[in-house]
């Protein structure tokens, strides 16, 4: 975290929480999730010597370095496809001077590595399909947009308020074909949300960093793409809450948090 943030403190107390913070105990004490750890590691390494690529005047050492990491990442997990666009949200802000030719030219390694395991994954999907519970062609697709508000709503309020864990949550049951109704009011969480990183300007630029990195890593798991036989899953939120870890030193407009942070 030290690469994001010039205050070494805030680095630190982002990793404690990282470490610590109960969601995160099915990934690293369920033998099956051995790969949400590796998915981790490797992902972090990557965005670590992306960053390093960027702000050491472009060496291609790093760049190299981190292809390598994004492809172990890559076999680690299949959402480890959804790496490439962080990558865009750090050229966001270390790369604002460079051309646009410059920018994709950058990306397109990554993009064919990225097209390559999507379509190893799609294709182990629709092998497997067939051993898969049907149970998810119970619910059309508006279903699952509110599957995906509901899912945002769980993952973030489960950061603060980490009770009621399962290693399981099933797909809510319809009643005269309609979902419970928590999933319906869902979305003015949602909507919440993008009020306050609409109105992000008015605070530090890490704020924003933060939920759009939340948003990214979320996309793939949020069931609009129907994948498993729970509609969402604790160990989902391995990588993730690093971006709302990030928001809590943000909230404070011209702040003098981080030298606070640094006489702690």
């Known amino acids: 975290m030290i690469v994001w943030t010039k205050h070494s403190a805030a680095a630190i107390i982002i990793s404690v929480l990282f470490e610590i913070h109960p969601l995160h105990v099915e990934s690293v004490s369920w033998v099956s999730a051995l790969n949400d750890v590796l998915y981790g590691c490797f992902s972090l390494l990557a965005l670590i010597s992306y960053t390093k690529y960027l702000q050491k005047s472009r060496t291609n050492k ?150 759009l990195f939340f948003f990214i890593n979320i996309a793939l798991v949020i069931q609009i793409i129907s994948f498993g036989e729970t509609v969402i899953a604790e160990r989902y939120t391995y990588i993730l809450y690093i971006g709302l870890f990030f928001c809590s030193f943000s909230f404070q407009p011209n702040s003098n948090l981080g030298k606070r942070l640094n006489n702690v």
């Open 62 to 211: 790093y760049l190299i370095i981190t292809a390598i990491w994004f492809i172990t990442t890559c076999l680690s997990k299949t959402l480890a496809i959804i790496l490439s666009a962080i990558f865009l949200l750090l050229n966001r802000d270390f790369t604002a001077s460079m051309s646009q030719m410059n920018k994709l030219s950058q990306k397109i390694p990554f993009l064919l590595i990225r097209l390559l395991f999507a379509y190893v994954s799609l294709w182990a999907k629709n092998e497997m399909s067939s051993k898969i519970s049907n149970i998810t062609n119970l619910y059309g697709f508006s279903d699952r947009v509110f599957f995906a508000f509901y899912g945002i709503q769980f993952y973030f309020t489960k950061l603060l308020l980490p009770f009621g864990l399962s290693a399981f949550h099933a797909f809510p049951l319809k009643t005269r074909g309609s979902l419970p109704t928590q999933l319906y009011s869902s979305p003015v969480f949602t909507l919440i949300l993008i009020a306050i990183l609409y109105f992000a300007k008015l605070f530090r630029k890490e704020l924003i960093f933060g939920f």
